[in-house]
């Protein structure tokens, strides 16, 4: 179980994160509603520039979104007391794990092991 110092220690952590990916998703969306603006006199350099930090920008919307729910689930479990089970082995979570990366869900052990799988898996590919 975490003290109460650590537990809100994590949530500072976890809703200050939320906060920053919110205010990077609404500027992706400003982003978005002014991409069509002064297009006049512009050349295929400049279209295909734009292009591509256009398609970065939503690339890594689309990455902050599933961020955003691991963060909120992160929430949810803190709140439930579950954030430093393991959901793999049932073993506690360092707290400097948690604070490292709060939304994990796996102890260091586990997700050494799970790493370590995914690497002999595409280097058997």
């Known amino acids: 179980m ?3 110092t650590e537990t809100e220690q994590l ?4 809703t200050s994160e939320l ?7 609404h500027t992706a969306l400003d982003f978005t509603m002014d991409r069509d603006r002064d ?10 520039a734009e292009e591509e930090m ?7 919307a689309d990455r902050e979104t599933g961020l955003i729910a691991k963060i909120q689930d992160a ?9 430093n089970e393991c959901e793999e082995c049932s073993e506690k979570i360092g707290f400097k794990r948690l604070m490292a990366r709060p ?4 102890c260091f052990e586990c997700k050494s092991a799970r790493e370590q799988v995914e690497s002999d898996d595409s280097s058997d590919a």
């Open 75 to 83: 929430l949810r479990r803190l709140e439930t007391g579950d954030i």
């Open 54 to 60: 256009y398609s970065t920008k939503l690339r890594l």
């Open 11 to 14: 949530r500072t952590r976890l």
């Open 103 to 106: 939304m994990t869900t796996l």
């Open 2 to 4: 975490l003290s109460a």
């Open 19 to 25: 906060q920053r990916l919110a205010t990077n998703a």
């Open 39 to 48: 297009r006049i006199g512009r050349d295929s350099m400049d279209e295909s």
